[in-house]
């Protein structure tokens, strides 16, 4: 299991394609890079070179837009939190983040509100598409094929590293919740590391991150200090969320990360995706072989971050808590669950 120089573990899912023995290395490369740091980057996943320029480029453009036609489609005209997130419009623990982005979903109906219909509904319907840059849903839409099939595979591929079949996680993720944010953090000057976001854990299943290459502004806590990440060329960074916690009752873990602003003069884009199951699914714990369930520690509790067994709950709170804006103008009875 090769590090880069921050220590965080490179794995090759090209492993997977090769016979019963380079299989087995990359599921216990998986099962140990999760279980003692938590973060990872990915090389041989197969997305192809050229969606990741283009990508890059179609976020240059949309950010190099005009602000009134960013403004035509900012998250607050989305019930569903999607849309532009205009500079510093969202917040971490409270904090603002300085970054504009961009936020995509899955293109669904609206679920009808009506007595009874959980919250977590209004997570689900349409995005909203800059008209004069057509090729930002195109490329989105393919990037969202493209890593639900990676996300996939290491699913299955960790529930066999944890000594469940590989199906195990398949049936939560029949109607999955992918999220997708394209992020543009500006230089700032600052005496100390200044906010690109703030320290958090993911709340999902897990994330699978494309940043440009040889950019730097990741970090992970790691024994108590934080590591600088940059991936290898065209690697993605994987770390898991809050719901793998919970279904291996602490064994794999949710690192807590951040982003750190780059410097004056400078930029960084990222496209994070988010790989999320139904909004009304519980991720099924896995029954860890006994040797695995030894060094489970449980899962970590904050109280000030309560965790919920069903997705649509915890990606709703999460949600509400960053985009108050959108609540205000939208949800404004939802103030009441953060």
Not at 96 to 114: K, L, S, Y
Not at 177 to 182: A, Q, R, T, W
């Amino acid at each position: 299991m090769p590090e880069t120089t921050s220590g965080i573990p490179v794995l090759d899912l090209s492993l997977l394609d090769g016979d019963a023995a380079h299989q087995e290395r990359f599921r216990d490369e998986l099962r140990r890079a999760t279980h003692e740091v938590g973060f990872f980057s990915l090389v041989g996943h197969g997305v192809p070179r050229d969606l990741i320029d283009r990508a890059y480029a179609t976020a240059r453009a949309f950010f190099a837009l005009p602000e009134e036609q960013k403004l035509a489609i900012e998250n607050v005209r989305s019930p569903h939190f999607r849309g532009w997130t205009r500079m510093g419009g969202e917040r971490t623990l409270g904090r603002v983040d300085q970054r504009e982005q961009i936020d995509i979903g899955a293109e669904r109906t609206p679920v009808p509100a009506a007595p009874g219909t959980p919250d977590y509904w209004v997570l689900e319907g349409p995005n909203l598409w800059p008209e004069a840059l057509p090729e930002l849903r195109e490329v989105a839409q393919e990037w969202l094929a493209r890593l639900d099939a990676v996300a996939t595979r290491l699913l299955r591929a960790w529930a066999e590293a944890l000594g469940a079949p590989a199906d195990h996680f398949d049936a939560v993720f029949e109607r999955p919740s992918p999220h997708l944010k394209i992020a543009r953090y500006p230089g700032v000057a600052a005496a100390a590391p200044a906010q690109g976001v703030g320290a958090h854990k993911d709340l999902g299943v897990l994330t699978l991150l494309s940043v440009e290459d040889g950019k730097a502004g990741l970090q992970v806590e790691k024994d108590g200090e934080w590591l600088d990440v940059v991936p290898p060329a065209g690697a993605f960074v994987v770390n898991i969320g809050e719901l793998l916690e919970i279904a291996t009752d602490g064994y794999l873990k949710a690192t807590l990360h951040r982003v750190v602003s780059p410097a004056p003069g400078t930029e960084r884009i990222s496209i994070p995706y988010f790989h999320g199951p139904a909004l009304d699914a519980r991720i099924p714990a896995v029954d860890l072989p006994a040797a695995l369930r030894a060094q489970a520690p449980g899962v970590t509790r904050d109280p000030a971050n309560p965790l919920h067994a069903v997705f649509g709950e915890n990606w709703l709170k999460s949600r509400v808590r960053a985009h108050p804006n959108v609540v205000e103008a939208r949800h404004p009875y939802l103030l009441r669950t953060v």
